[in-house]
Nanobody, 127 residues
Framework: QVQLVESGGGLVQAGDSLRLSCAAS????????MGWFRRNPGKEREFVAGVNWSGGNTYYADSVKGRFTISRDNAKNTTNLQMNSLKPEDTAFYYCAASGCSGYGCPSPYKFEYDYWGQGTQVTVSS
């Protein structure tokens, strides 16, 4: 059974940093690209960042580029999202996800490309 478990969310002030982690089990982690998405109530889940299977290719939403960094450790089956210079508009429920994509277009920003999802962790940024 595949499990993705996020941790590291919390309440911070604008300008602070947070590091989210996602621990994966039940899958061959190095076969999957990993992504982070976020959602606010009443809104669609939106792509934040993705990393391919090796960690050599990353992709970011324009809204977080230069502030967030995604990484992965295939030896530990984990992926992390380092979030710096947080803004109130970054407040959301954050999810990690695993995608079987490969090659061109991977990591993908599209939800339908992702096969497995975690339960999410709340990030709240106060102004």
């Amino acid at each position: 059974q595949v499990q993705l478990v996020e941790s590291g969310g919390g309440l911070v002030q604008a300008g602070d940093s947070l590091r989210l982690s996602c621990a994966a089990s039940g899958l061959t982690f190095s076969n999957y690209a990993m992504g982070w998405f976020r959602r606010n109530p009443g809104k669609e889940r939106e792509f934040v960042a993705g990393v391919n299977w090796s960690g050599g290719n990353t992709y970011y939403a324009d809204s977080v580029k230069g502030r967030f960094t995604i990484s992965r450790d295939n030896a530990k089956n984990t992926t992390n999202l380092q979030m710096n210079s947080l803004k109130p508009e970054d407040t959301a429920f954050y999810y990690c996800a695993a995608s079987g994509c490969s090659g061109y277009g991977c990591p993908s920003p599209y939800k339908f490309e992702y096969d497995y999802w975690g339960q999410g962790t709340q990030v709240t940024v106060s102004s």
